[in-house]
């Protein structure tokens, strides 16, 4: 029984060794894109029902536990970091949002929201296609430079309270959201250039 799991893990990095570099990035590519889509969907789907005043109350971006990262800041400046750097970054604001997500997953059943049930079920594909494309982002860091292996610590210190009132909940739920959707573009952004 104990020797099953280590067959299947030897078997997969077989396979992922015989596997191209160029087909690794497209399907990276492809889950950041997918997971950049959810996170769009769900962030608008939330803002629809978020008041004017909770708009106004809204953390700006650079709040986000991620902001401190630094990442290039248009599409011009991508493509001059090494191909190592900018996987490097993706894999290190992946990482970030492990915890955050379990957050949202965790807050997602008491999120006083008309599409709950929806919601629910996004965050858990949000965090099914993170962890798949981390998976993923490990296996491709280990065929390039050992520079791409770095992950560069960005604690999530928001603690697990999302808020005691309907407005505070949906303001919290909603700005973490917010900052996933900008992270998840810049994957996807870095990916695409890698590719």
């Not at 029902?49 to 800041?73: D, E, F, N, V, Y």
């Not at 750097?85 to 997602?108: E, I, M, N, T």
Request: aromatic share 4%; with cysteine.
């Amino acid at each position: 029984n104990g020797r099953k799991p280590f067959i299947t893990v030897l078997y997969v990095v077989a396979v992922c060794s015989s596997v191209p570099v160029s087909d690794l990035l497209d399907r990276a590519s492809q889950h950041s894109d997918k997971l950049h889509s959810l996170s769009t969907t769900l962030t608008h789907e939330l803002d629809s029902h978020l008041t004017p005043i909770g708009r106004m109350l809204m953390p700006r971006p650079s709040a986000c536990h991620t902001s401190s990262s630094q990442t290039p800041s248009d599409k011009e400046q991508a493509p001059q970091v090494s191909e190592s750097d900018l996987l490097s970054l993706a894999r290190s604001l992946l990482q970030a949002w492990v915890d955050p997500l379990v957050v949202l997953s965790s807050s997602a059943n008491t999120l006083p929201h008309p599409a709950q049930s929806k919601i629910i079920n996004k965050i858990q594909e949000l965090q099914e296609h993170s962890k798949n494309l981390g998976d993923g982002l490990n296996i491709l860091s280990g065929k390039m430079d050992p520079a791409a292996q770095i992950i560069s610590s960005l604690p999530y210190r928001g603690g697990n309270d999302i808020g005691q009132d309907k407005t505070s909940k949906l303001i919290k739920f909603q700005f973490l959201l917010s900052c996933f959707r900008r992270d998840s573009h810049k994957i996807d952004s870095f990916l695409k250039v890698l590719r």
